[in-house]
């Protein structure tokens, strides 16, 4: 397959429009390197063991503190469908790379699982056709209600890939009118939506952003992704996740209405500390159309 972006983007710091890129001198150095960290998570034809070893790492959230290991296990039927899944992303960012140049393209970032998983295969994938990590830069729009969680998990994957880090405190409408003023090469972005979100049932894989938002190309690659295939993947790769999913967190939003989900509360202890702890895990909410069981409705 041919690219037609061959020219190596040198990351530097800029001042943009309410907006902030953020990169790091080693970064600049060693833009490569995130080749062998992606090379380390396990690819999808490793043993069971592996799969035991990863989970150990994706509980722990990579963190150097103990870890009270808990093993999730996958199915070989559910790795065999997780494998399809990740070939036809792969497919997907074929036909996108067809469309458009690796410069003209960002990717939304949020800090949540599913754009986890999107930015876990897109390195993935950009790794086989040797394509530097930072050469497909991500977005991410910071909020005053934010959970420190979220925007230190943030921080902890832009150093993990190597990816470069565009940041505006803006809603996501207006922070793409900025970029697309600030960057004016970008012509569509990555999203982490599954048509399981809420207005996104009749969202195509590729499609164009609507008449009263920035012109760009919304791409969604996870359109099809159920919610537990998205943590089949994840416990598969040993994947990092922001540490709320632990702590019976569904689908994150902001701190203001945002809940853990009452359907995985396992104890009514109005002392336990941290509460939390009265709640399982993300990947253990056995009905996926109660994913959004902890947001709050809005007033």
Sequence with gaps: MIFRQQIRIQPRATTMNKCCIQTTTQQQATITQSFNIVNMLPHTNNTNNNNNNNNCKAHCNGSNKKCNTQYVTVSPEDRKHIEQRVQTAYEFFEKTLQIYRVDELIFCFNGGKDCTVLLDVLM?????????????????????????????????????????????????????????????????????????????????????????WPDMMRLNPLLEWTYHDIWHYIHLHGVPYCSLYAQGYTSIGYKSNTLPNPHLKRCSDPNAVPATSCYRPAWELADPTQERAGRLSRK
């Design 124 to 212: 993935r994938y950009c790794r086989t056709q040797n394509i530097a990590s930072q050469h497909i830069p991500m977005l991410y729009i910071e909020s005053d209600d934010s959970f420190p969680e979220i925007d230190e998990f943030v921080a902890r994957c832009v150093e993990l890939y190597d990816v470069k880090l565009i940041k505006y405190k803006d809603s996501l409408k207006q922070a793409l009118t900025h970029m697309t003023e600030d960057m004016p090469l970008i012509k569509a972005v990555f999203v982490g939506s599954r048509n399981t979100d809420p207005h996104c049932e009749q969202l195509q894989p590729m499609q164009k952003t609507d008449s009263d």
